[in-house]
């Protein structure tokens, strides 16, 4: 029952350990008449549990166990739920220019494993640009990331600060996750018809499924504003997407900090204040990328922050992704109509057996 390793430092020996992970805030959606999801996954011993069945599954609401019409699991052959995989590109990293994102690693790497799965392109500095809707063809996929290394104006969205957050030109990191997540959430042709087999007659129909959409973050992780990963966990958390942030350039941040430490010692071989000051700057610079990497756990996704970004380490975090996808579960239900006023509710995933493994996610709170 068990699939492919789950932890990031199992990708690859260079990938550092994953970061403590900070207390969550549940997502929140309003629900109308559409099916609701609740994604998870689920690990054991460094490996995902594949192939468990809806009654290995528990999905309680406000703690009260309640039923559900809908049980996925990603690796199936009868998997229907659509996938929109964002790929979102900072500007500032140099890497854009190598060919480490030259389309056809992406088709090797994602879309030759995956036939559920779109791929839409942003990127961004203070505006974000969308490239390309999510899509399959490489006719339209080549030509959006080659517009994107040459970072054509094509398609801006504007990008607003959060509340009391105050920013500058460059790099609006947090604000552009936000903006990509709202504006990628899929459209009408991205829907499917999912027929549930196991729910009762009332709602033994065909129902329209939005699917569901991860994302992807390119970025050195160092923002020129004063927003904070939290601010874009809110939404993203909200609109049901994980994100899965890669580290650029992380190489030339360590190899500063180690210049400093060989280099700026007086005769004791202590720090000399110029290194100290210089010494500060740079680690305050790995604390934002230490928070840009939050980001993974934070939303339900993973991070990678590889000291080293090599194109056989890309290929390996794409080779991951692909198991995110195929490993994924979904559970839903379409809720029923309220006697009153709509209330939020919280919603959460657990195993009837502890021992089949651990809940990765599997938390969300919705309004009906």
């Not at 990963?229 to 993203?236: F, L, M, S, Y």
């Not at 204040?273 to 339900?300: K, S």
Request: some cysteine; overall charge positive.
């Amino acid at each position: 029952m068990t699939g492919g390793k789950y932890h990031r430092s199992l990708i690859a020996a260079a990938l550092v350990a994953a970061l403590p992970l900070a207390a969550q805030q549940t997502p929140v959606f309003r629900a109308g008449t559409a099916l609701v999801l609740v994604p998870f996954h689920v690990a054991r011993d460094n490996s995902y549990v594949a192939n468990l069945k809806a009654e290995d599954v528990i999905l309680l609401e406000d703690g009260a166990p309640r039923s559900f019409t809908f049980f996925e699991f990603g690796g199936s052959a009868k998997r229907k739920t659509p996938v929109d995989l964002v790929l979102l590109f900072d500007y500032s990293c140099s890497l854009l220019q190598t060919g480490m994102f030259d389309p056809l690693v992406f088709k090797s790497g994602l879309l030759d494993g995956l036939d559920n799965v779109r791929l839409a392109v942003y990127g961004f500095g203070t505006e974000l640009r969308r490239y390309c809707r999510p899509t399959r063809d490489m006719a339209v996929f080549d030509p959006a990331l080659r517009a994107l290394v040459q970072r054509r104006p094509v398609n801006p969205i504007k990008l607003e600060l959060p509340p009391k957050r105050k920013g500058t030109p460059d790099t609006w990191l947090y604000e552009a996750v936000i903006g990509a997540a709202r504006d990628a959430m899929p459209q009408p042709d991205v829907q499917s018809t999912v027929t549930f087999h196991t729910a009762p007659e009332s709602v033994r129909e065909s129902v329209v499924s939005q699917g569901s959409v991860m994302m992807m973050v390119f970025s050195d992780g160092i923002p020129t504003t004063t927003s904070v990963p939290e601010d874009a966990v809110i939404v993203c958390q909200r609109l049901g997407v994980p994100v899965y942030p890669v580290v650029l350039c992380y190489d030339v941040l360590l190899g500063q900090i180690k210049q400093v430490q060989e280099t700026g010692r007086d005769r004791q071989g202590n720090l000399t204040d110029a290194a100290n000051a210089r010494m500060m700057e740079l680690r305050a610079t790995q604390r934002h990328i230490q928070d840009f990497a939050r980001l993974g756990e934070l939303t339900g996704g993973r991070s990678f922050d590889s000291p080293q970004l090599s194109l056989n380490v890309m290929r390996q975090i794409l080779g991951f992704m692909v198991g995110q996808v195929r490993n994924q579960y979904l559970a839903g239900f379409v809720p029923e109509k309220p006697a009153g006023p709509q209330r939020q509710h919280k919603l959460e995933v657990r195993l009837v057996d502890k021992r089949l493994g651990k809940v990765l996610g599997g938390t969300r709170t919705v309004v009906h």
